[in-house]
């Protein structure tokens, strides 16, 4: 079953991850929350076969093996037309580091921007959630 809303968000931090999920959900968007790059990149694997993952948030530095950027590449293999938003308050990837059309945000952000940016995302890619 399809769930046109679903965004996969990869952060470690609990308070960061609570205050975008509530920004998300508040939107109408239905959240998974994984604290780290190798729980995500199952999560994806196993969404492939039964829903669909709209978008995916992640911190460019998270534990599990792969950070951020290396995240959004296996991300956009698997799924190519999935919406990657990348936040960080250090790590600056060069563009060459990052799939086609992802999106580097710079922290601190408000939870607001976030929304904002990944709309953006999602229209870019003709993905506007329903």
Same mark, same amino acid.
Do not use: C
């Given at each position: 079953?399809? =769930? ?5 968000? $990869? ?19 239905? $959240? ?6 190798? +729980? ?13 993952? =709209?978008?995916?948030?992640? +911190? ?17 293999? =698997? ?17 060459? +580091? ?17 929304? +904002? ?12 959630? =329903?």
């Amino acid at each position: 079953m399809s =769930r046109p809303n679903l965004v996969l968000l $990869v952060e470690n931090q609990p308070l960061i991850r609570m205050a975008i999920v509530e920004a998300l959900e508040t939107k109408g968007f239905e $959240v998974i929350e994984i604290p780290d790059a190798s +729980d995500a990149l199952a999560s994806i694997e196993r969404a492939a076969a039964s829903t669909s993952t =709209r978008a995916i948030l992640t +911190d460019i530095e998270v534990p599990g093996g792969l950070n951020g950027s290396e995240l959004s590449w296996q991300v956009h293999q =698997r799924s190519p037309g999935t919406a990657v938003l990348l936040v960080s308050a250090a790590t600056r990837p060069a563009p060459t +580091d990052l799939p086609p059309k992802a999106t580097v945000l710079p922290m601190p952000t408000t939870p607001e921007e976030l929304v +904002d940016s990944l709309y953006a995302a999602l229209s870019e890619l003709g993905l506007l959630p =329903r």
